[in-house]
């Protein structure tokens, strides 16, 4: 259910490129995987301001920290 969660995800990012939920819900789902560097294009891709990257900083950036893969983050 969770794969067919993510393929609707991505299919109504190719409609609507500039929606928020969706891409939240693959960070997550990206980040879970190990998929971090994906997780980091779509959350570079959320196009947010400083205030709020600390607030949103974690979905991304949290997960890879932990998991010591931190060599995508340039």
Do not use: N
């Amino acid at each position: 259910k969770t794969f067919d969660a993510a393929a609707m995800c991505v299919t109504h990012l190719d409609h609507v490129p500039s929606a928020y939920q969706p891409k939240l819900f693959l960070i997550q789902l990206a980040s879970r995987v190990g998929a971090y560097s994906y997780a980091a294009e779509l959350f570079h891709g959320l196009d947010i301001k400083y205030v709020q990257f600390d607030s949103m900083g974690h979905y991304a950036l949290y997960p890879a920290v932990l998991s010591g893969d931190v060599e995508w983050l340039e």
